[in-house]
């Protein structure tokens, strides 16, 4: 099994984060974003969608899309638990997951993609060539913003975003929080909760995996 990844980017890191504490040391391949390696040929036939991460597995089957490479590790390796492990729980874990993904990082990659000039022609991941439109950068932030604001709400009265344990949806928070650098967008100290938990999840190992 290999993973490919790319450190700086935000969707392989659920990944490369879930494994870590998971405890599963997969080797990784990095593809070098910065000079377009996703869009050479070589990439493309492990991964047609030309992103990362994508888990090549020993028979030479692709899984891409972070979330399900992570379904998959869980399966594999169920303890310990980070996607719930009843019925009920199990919802809750991809019911948050998701709202991070949905309103957190597509906010920042918004605002990040819209505005920054390397992505110009390029404003969404992939193999389509689209303008950047500078009205959904500044949307982004704002967007983000709210979601920060919502997120320390969320978080007052538990210690997790998806109750009172750790799991994949504060996986993807925190690094959805963390990525907001690239948009210069920090949480406000304000936020006690928001800079609780973030410190928090932050100070685990696999944070810096
Ligand atoms: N929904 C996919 C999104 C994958 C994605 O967009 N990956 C980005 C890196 S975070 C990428 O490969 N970008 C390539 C590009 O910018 O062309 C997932 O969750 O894995």
């Given amino acids: 099994m290999k993973l490919y990844d790319f450190k700086m980017a935000p969707n392989p890191r659920r990944a490369v984060m879930f494994m870590a504490e998971k405890g599963l040391d997969i080797p990784r391949v990095s593809v070098d974003l910065g000079s377009r390696a996703q869009l050479k040929e070589d990439y493309a036939r492990v991964n047609p969608m030309q992103q990362v991460p994508a888990l090549e597995l020993d ?3 692709v899984i891409t899309e ?4 992570c379904q998959y590790l869980e399966e594999l390796h169920p303890e310990p638990n980070l996607m719930g492990r009843t019925p009920l729980e199990r ?3 991809t019911m948050w997951e998701r709202r991070m993904e949905q309103q957190g990082l597509m906010a920042v990659s918004e605002a990040f993609r819209n505005d920054n000039p390397f992505f110009e022609g390029r404003s969404l991941s992939g193999p389509v060539d ?3 439109i500078p ?4 949307r982004g932030r704002k967007r983000f913003s709210h979601f920060m604001r919502q997120l320390d709400g969320f978080l007052a009265d538990r210690p997790y975003v998806a109750g ?10 925190f690094i959805v929080i963390d990525f907001a650098r690239v948009i210069k967008m920090r949480p406000p100290e304000e936020l006690a909760n928001l800079t609780r938990w973030y410190a928090e999840i ?4 696999s944070a810096k995996a």
């Fill in 135 to 138: 009205a959904l950068a500044e």
């Fill in 130 to 132: 689209l303008d950047q």
């Fill in 91 to 93: 919802a809750q874990v």
């Fill in 59 to 61: 028979d030479g089957t």
């Fill in 202 to 205: 932050g100070s685990r190992p």
């Fill in 66 to 69: 972070s979330v399900a490479i």
């Fill in 164 to 173: 009172d344990r750790f799991t994949f949806a504060d996986i993807t928070g």
